[in-house]
């Protein structure tokens, strides 16, 4: 299922006097019952609560005085795109939906964003396989009785999808929740100016920094390889290897074909120049081997035209 869009993207505070001795860890944040509509084909959110969609079906007269039933882009895919801060992961619960599967109805969710066909976290990066990270469902009304069972879903990074074809008439109420995560590895940036932290943990993974805009980015400070490398302090052009952080850019989701405006590796605590990163997607793209604790912070904001004087990547239209 594919979608395509077009957008620009422009804590929940905990308290309480006493805890209980037990509680599990995604019920740290409270239940919302915040009611919002969805309107548009292509939503985009951040507010947790309940989320209802309902369309139905056109009937025109005709002059014959017969009822016509008007079917409007029957077969468009439209989307419930969600994000959160850096660190938390996507709560996506489908509590009712009524999606039929005879008259072309589908709903799936998406562990990560999909746009164009292309999906963030980038296939090559993401730690599930595509086929374990979309899951399809809608109902089945040929078997009895007729199940609707509600669908549970959790998204890895701070991104989660829901998209849905509905060609005559059907409903869905979806409720989202956020919850903190200790080790994020994949964070899509809907701020235009933040610092973010990025860091393998110890892991062999690759994680990415993705902003949906032309950026400009700076090193705050790094540790990327082994010691041979960090003695160098800090180099700019560490394609050889194999543990290093690359920025770069790309005209869709997809960081494993991005163009790359530089690979860097070592150690510093000063700030680095800034590079301007005019494509349609800024990535940022660490790559570990599981040999080294890696980290970085970057200092990314959306690119003016004055930064042009700085660009170092133009990525083609």
């Known amino acids: 299922m594919k979608a395509v869009v077009f957008f620009s993207l422009t804590v929940v505070l905990l308290s309480a006097k006493a805890w209980p001795t037990a509680k599990k860890s995604f019920d740290l944040y409270p239940e919302t019952y915040d009611l919002h509509k969805i309107s548009d084909c292509m939503h985009i959110t951040s507010e947790p609560g309940d989320y209802v969609f309902k369309k139905t079906a056109h009937v025109i007269p005709s002059r014959n005085d017969a009822s016509i039933l008007e079917i409007e882009n029957s077969m468009e895919v439209c989307g419930l795109y969600v994000i959160g801060e850096p660190d938390t992961i996507i709560e996506l619960t489908v509590l009712k939906y009524d999606i039929n599967c005879e008259t072309g109805g589908l709903m799936a969710f998406v562990d990560g964003w999909e746009l164009n066909g292309e999906y963030f976290p980038g296939l090559s990066d993401h730690h599930r396989?595509?086929?374990?990270?979309?899951?399809?469902?809608?109902?089945?009304?040929?078997?009895?009785?007729v199940i609707s069972n509600k669908k549970f879903f959790r998204s890895s990074q701070n991104a989660a999808l829901l998209q849905y074809r509905i060609p005559l008439r059907g409903s869905f109420i979806v409720n989202i929740r956020y919850h903190k995560i200790s080790q994020p590895c994949h964070v899509l940036v809907h701020d235009t100016t933040a610092i973010m932290n990025i860091a393998n943990f110890g892991h062999r993974r690759n994680c990415t920094i993705s902003a949906l805009f032309p950026a400009t980015v700076s090193v705050i400070n790094l540790k990327v390889g082994g010691k041979s490398v960090r003695q160098e302090k800090v180099n700019y052009d560490c394609s050889f290897y194999e543990d290093r952080l690359e920025i770069g850019g790309t005209s869709g989701l997809e960081s494993i074909a991005m163009e790359k405006s530089s690979e860097i590796c070592g150690f510093t605590n000063e700030q680095g120049p800034e590079q301007a990163i005019f494509c349609g997607v800024t990535t940022v793209r660490l790559v570990s081997t599981g040999r080294y604790q890696n980290q970085a912070a970057v200092a990314i904001r959306k690119a003016e035209e004055i930064d042009l004087e700085i660009a170092t990547l133009i990525c083609a239209i």
Request: hydrophobic share 35%; with cysteine.
């Open 129 to 145: 396989l595509l086929k374990d990270r979309v899951i399809e469902f809608c109902n089945n009304y040929r078997q009895w009785p």
